[in-house]
């Protein structure tokens, strides 16, 4: 077959079916991780319609072949013209702002969690975990596998995420400018840290850490030693007793964090909603205390979230704290145990 004539069987099929036009433009989207499920997925996400028959009139036409791990390609010497009409028939992406800002009106958190680990997983996803898999996993187990699937429809269906899919590599993917991610992040992050500044535990630690704290420089003071040493009081009374570094936004996660050093003890305490798979995977200060408002789904199966981290679970010192009610931790260290006494923990568990 020419190339002329490959390319005007593609606009006779695209002017008999609109759908054609639709299917093709999908290859442009997702990367070469184009098969039948994949496509299929998305093609009926867009459209409410199957997509299977279209695929094997495709292949009859001689347009569309399947490659190696089940992915369909366009035939070999037409790659130019195949791709300037995908790229030509591609969906325009939808306005992924607008998007956000209709979820955070409507409080819908399952999308503001998928959006939120969007950004942050990319398309390669984690060390031993595919960003499909870690991405399912997680809205699935804060919320429930058919939210999840909803969301990902959703998603796909306003055109703001592609589904791709292909031997090793899963990913759902926000098909948006660098330019769009980066505002979202900005405005995202803002909207997360109004809200967590207003959550009632956030008042609290404040005021217990402040209590902590003065406390441990009042008992400095009485000591002595900055006389002893000839070194200035606030100096070594911040130092060495105790220091509170207050709550900020982190820069690559939605909570917030901050340091607490209480004479010997250090802890870095994050503030969050719901805690992640990703999340705790990915934080790498330690010992790390994990203040959220519900138990993780995900505690009950620590050697399978830690399979194949690095650091390894026994490399870290993590906490995980619902105050006035449980807590699980794998260190143990003074300062922690105060902490939980001053949020009125009721049960301690090891991790």
Not at 108 to 118: V, W
Not at 266 to 282: G, P, W
Request: aromatic share 10%.
């Amino acid at each position: 077959m020419l190339l002329e004539e490959y390319k005007n069987t593609i606009l006779s099929l695209v002017k008999e079916n609109e759908d054609v036009k639709t299917l093709i433009g999908l290859f442009h989207l997702m990367d070469g991780c184009t098969t039948e499920e994949a496509l299929v997925k998305n093609f009926n996400a867009l459209t409410g319609k199957d997509g299977k028959d279209l695929l094997k009139l495709l292949r009859q036409k001689q347009i569309l072949k399947v490659g190696a791990h089940d992915a369909y390609l366009c035939l070999a010497g037409y790659e130019e013209v195949f791709d300037v009409l995908a790229a030509e028939y591609s969906p325009p992406p939808g306005d992924l702002l607008a998007y956000f800002e209709k979820a955070v009106e409507e409080d819908d958190k399952a999308t503001l969690k998928t959006l939120y680990l969007l950004l942050n997983l990319g398309r390669h996803g984690l060390l031993g975990s595919k960003q499909y898999e870690i991405l399912k996993t997680d809205i699935s187990e804060i919320f429930d596998p058919a939210v999840f699937q909803s969301v990902e429809e959703r998603l796909i269906r306003d055109r703001i995420c592609v589904y791709g899919e292909k031997y090793e590599t899963e990913f759902l993917d926000l098909y948006q400018s660098d330019a769009k991610k980066n505002e979202l992040k900005e405005r995202m992050w803002a909207w997360k840290a109004k809200e967590l500044a207003e959550l009632p535990v956030k008042q609290q630690l404040e005021t217990e850490i402040g209590d902590l704290v003065r406390g441990a420089r009042e008992r400095m003071k009485g000591g002595g030693l900055a006389d002893t040493l000839g070194i200035p009081e606030n100096e070594i009374v911040e130092q060495t007793s105790g220091y509170f570094s207050g709550f900020e936004m982190d820069d690559t996660f939605l909570f917030l964090t901050s340091d607490l050093l209480l004479e010997h003890d250090t802890l870095h305490i994050v503030i969050i909603d719901s805690l992640s798979r990703f999340e705790v995977l990915e934080w790498k200060n330690f010992p790390v205390v994990f203040v959220t408002d519900a138990k993780p789904r995900w505690l009950g199966k620590m050697g399978a979230v830690f399979k194949s981290a690095y650091p390894v679970l026994s490399d870290r010192k993590i906490a995980i704290v619902v105050p006035n009610k449980d807590a699980y931790s794998n260190f143990k260290q003074r300062l922690f145990y105060l902490l939980l006494d001053r949020l009125e923990v009721e049960d301690l568990s090891e991790l």
